[in-house]
Structures are given as C-alpha cells and as structure tokens.
C-alpha cells in the first residue's frame, strides 16, 4: 500500500524558513519522481518543486525559484521541501504526490501524478 506522508508544516512570519517532509513507503523509492504541489484558498493546485528518480533532476516553479529546494534521500525514502525567505502569497496547503511515469515538461501538471499525500497547511503572516 502506497503511503506518503507529510510533516512539518506550520505557521512562519514572512522571511522566515521552513522544512517539509514527506515520508513515503509501499513502493520503491528509487523508482519513482516525487513532487511537491500547494494549493491556496480558490486557486488550483500548482506544481511546487519536483525531484526525478534517484535526484537526476530537479524542476522548480519560476515562484519558488532560489528560495526553496527540493532534496531525497534515498536510504529514509524521504523527501524534503526547504522552504526560505518565505513569502505571505506562499500560504497554501501542501502536498507531496508521486509517479513511476514522468515527461519532464509535464512535472507540474497534477494529474500526471498517481499518489497523493494528505497535504499540510502552511501560514506565512506577520
């Protein structure tokens, strides 16, 4: 059974840093690209960050670009979003979503992902 599990969400004053966490298991790690997306009150849910199969590639949203990093480690099947100089429009909630399949001009697309975490709500506000 496909697991992906979030953590580390919260509430950080703009500028401020964040770590998420996205702990996985039923499938092999390895194998598979992982994605962040977020979704604000009454927007559609974007692509974030995405990582491919073993870290070859990394692909971030022109948003997020040079403040947030995308990492895996491969031994804890776990993904991480490092999230910094943190604005108030980066207020959404979280997901982590995976795939075995992925065109690379396609990462930030929802639905060429299979599985979907819970997602976890982030507060950026002074």
């Known amino acids: 059974q496909v697991q992906l599990v979030e953590s580390g969400g919260g509430a950080v004053q703009p500028g401020r840093s964040l770590r998420l966490s996205c702990a996985t298991s039923?499938?092999?790690?390895?194998?598979?690209?992982i994605a962040w997306f977020r979704q604000a009150p009454g927007k559609e849910r974007e692509g974030v960050a995405c990582?491919?199969?073993?870290?070859?590639?990394?692909y971030y949203a022109d948003s997020v670009k040079g403040r947030f990093t995308i990492s895996r480690d491969n031994a804890k099947n776990t993904v991480y979003l490092q999230m910094s100089a943190m604005k108030p429009e980066d207020t959404a909630v979280y997901f982590c979503?995976?795939?075995?399949?992925?065109?690379?001009?396609?990462?930030?697309?929802?639905?060429?992902?299979?599985?979907w975490g819970q997602g976890i709500q982030v507060t950026v506000s002074s």
């Open positions: 979503a995976t795939t075995a399949y992925l065109w690379a001009d396609k990462w930030h697309v929802a639905d060429e992902y299979t599985y």
């Open positions: 039923g499938f092999t790690f390895d194998y598979y690209h």
């Open positions: 990582t491919t199969t073993a870290g070859l590639a990394t």
